[in-house]
């Protein structure tokens, strides 16, 4: 199974929304508390772009193009990080990775597709 799995992506009309979530089903409760973790993003022909960051510490970042509109979220509980997009464009469609990473390790997710349609 792997580090983290992500689900929720899918298929929208433009100004709809999408909460993706990406869990750590073989984390530990106290390793997950110390990953810093974000969500990223990559559109056909084009590089990969972060979206959204959350540090263990709970501090956010997001990318100017989605400020506002997407929020960052994490349950050390359910191992999960959630990315709540509202308010959605065309132009966020792609394919939505999650990162978790720590001094000791880095892991990226397998992605989930999002479409928007305008």
């Known amino acids: 199974q792997a580090q983290l799995v992500e689900s929720g992506g899918g298929s929208v009309q433009a100004g709809g929304s999408l909460r993706l979530s990406c869990r750590a089903p073989?984390?530990?409760?106290?390793?997950?508390?110390?990953?810093?973790m974000g969500w990223y993003r990559q559109a056909p022909g084009k590089q990969r772009e972060m979206v959204a960051t959350?540090?263990?510490?709970?501090?956010?970042e997001y990318a100017e193009s989605v400020d506002g509109r997407f929020i960052i979220s994490r349950d050390g509980t359910r191992k999960t990080m959630y990315l709540e997009m509202n308010r959605l464009k065309a132009e966020d469609s792609g394919v939505y990775y999650c990162?978790?990473?720590?001094?000791?390790?880095?892991?990226w997710g397998q992605g989930t597709q999002v479409t928007v349609s305008s």
């Open positions: 959350i540090t263990h510490s709970g501090a956010k």
């Open positions: 990162n978790s990473f720590s001094s000791h390790n880095n892991y």
């Open positions: 073989r984390m530990i409760t106290s390793v997950f508390s110390m990953q810093n």
